[in-house]
Structure formats: structure tokens, C-alpha cells
């Protein structure tokens, strides 16, 4: 639970084309070098570089103990990338 492996359920295609599809409507935006995009894991889609990097400001004991995602927890993607998600 403590790796992003672990915590996020990710699909790693090696080339090619994916097709997707999404209950609401998508945003796309490109990060450029050295600039970084916080993303609920709920809202992330897809999205193209490196793995992001998780965020949580406030840890509690019971987000330790029980086996889901904490609630205040951020995705952080690093640019060069770019980043498909739900929501606006």
C-alpha cells in the first residue's frame, strides 16, 4: 500500500494505440518541463512520461490500517507529460 504500484491500479502499454472510455467528460493538458499537475487518483485517465508521484498533506492512523486510497491523497505529475482526466 505504501508503493505507487501498489496503491493505484495502473495498466503500463508499451506502444501503440489505447481506446478509452469515460463516463464524463475529458480534459486533456500538456505539463510543460519542470512544471507539475496535482490529480485526484479518481479523476486521472490516462496520461504519458513518468509515473506520477503521490501527495498527501495529512495522514491519519486509520488511512494507515485500512485498505483504501486516503481521501486527501493527489496524484503529481511532473513534466514533460501529458495528463487525461475527468472533471474540469
Do not use: I, Y
Amino acid at each position: 500500500p505504501f508503493s505507487f504500484r501498489g496503491a493505484v491500479c495502473t495498466t503500463v502499454l508499451e506502444g501503440g494505440w489505447a481506446v478509452m472510455a469515460s463516463q464524463g467528460r475529458t480534459m486533456r493538458v500538456a505539463v510543460a518541463d519542470g512544471e507539475t499537475l496535482g490529480v485526484k487518483p479518481e479523476a486521472a485517465v490516462a496520461w504519458t512520461g513518468r509515473a506520477p508521484t503521490g501527495f498527501c498533506p495529512r495522514l491519519r492512523f486509520r488511512d494507515l490500517v485500512l485498505p483504501r486510497a486516503p481521501k486527501c491523497l493527489r496524484l503529481n505529475f511532473h513534466g514533460p507529460c501529458v495528463v487525461w482526466f475527468e472533471g474540469s
